[in-house]
């Protein structure tokens, strides 16, 4: 699955996250705000979720100012969590005998164990920011590109702009802030039982849930996800 990420970056902030999901919730905020009746938004939900169907509700965002740590925003089920974490500090090895160019950059390469996975990365020095997506940072010039030794996640830069007017922060309305150790533990529980996740903590809103032949379920099989961090 392809997905568009965004990393932008000021003067003393930066946001990655998915430009579909930051697309499709700037319309639903229109609605919002144009006090669309509820039949009316209901009727639209499918079609923007189709619009925008290679969304991650992921986004990673930190202060320069603010030393090594990092704010995470991430969805479970329908809830929108999001918690503080530690910047890795990562030891990476430069590869001198490989560069190539990307968007007519030349660009050197680095490798490192990042948060469970081997990553190479190629990096600017003619970009002298020590950034990158998700949390890969800290070589001599911006990461156009990074991918994990398994092939399962791979980052290109694929067009640069330049807007001086942007505020770079993190929409927190409607988020639930937690730890990260509560996070992971909510997660795992989600992904090992989605219907038993349902009914154990949203039993205010779930009456029940049933399958095609009306057959009441408590309990569904697990549908583990690979993530940026295992």
């Not at 938004?41 to 202060?63: G, I």
């Not at 809830?79 to 890795?88: E, G, M």
């Not at 010039?141 to 994990?148: K, M, T, W």
């Not at 927190?172 to 038993?196: C, M």
Request: charged share 25%.
């Amino acid at each position: 699955k392809t997905m568009n990420w965004e990393l932008n970056i000021g003067e003393s902030t930066l946001l990655f996250c998915n430009m579909e999901n930051r697309l499709c919730n700037e319309k639903l905020d229109s609605l919002n705000k144009n006090n669309v009746d509820l039949a009316t938004s209901l009727a639209f939900l499918p079609k923007l979720r189709a619009q925008y169907r290679n969304r991650s509700y992921l986004e990673v965002f930190y202060n320069f100012l603010n030393g090594g740590t990092c704010t995470i925003k991430n969805i479970i089920s329908t809830d929108t969590f999001c918690y503080s974490d530690s910047l890795p500090d990562i030891k990476w090895t430069l590869l001198s005998d490989s560069g190539k160019k990307i968007l007519d950059f030349n660009c050197k390469k680095a490798s490192a164990f990042v948060r469970g996975r081997q990553w190479t990365v190629w990096y600017t020095e003619d970009i002298p920011f020590r950034l990158g997506p998700w949390l890969l940072g800290g070589l001599p010039g911006l990461i156009l590109a990074a991918e994990d030794s398994d092939g399962t996640f791979k980052f290109v830069c694929v067009g640069m702009q330049n807007n001086p007017d942007q505020i770079i922060t993190m929409n927190k309305k409607k988020v639930i802030s937690t730890t990260k150790k509560k996070f992971l533990k909510l997660r795992k529980e989600f992904d090992e039982d989605r219907i038993g996740y349902e009914l154990r903590y949203y039993s205010d809103k779930v009456i029940k849930i049933t399958d095609e032949k009306g057959n009441n379920l408590t309990h569904s099989k697990p549908v583990y996800k690979n993530y940026l961090e295992r």
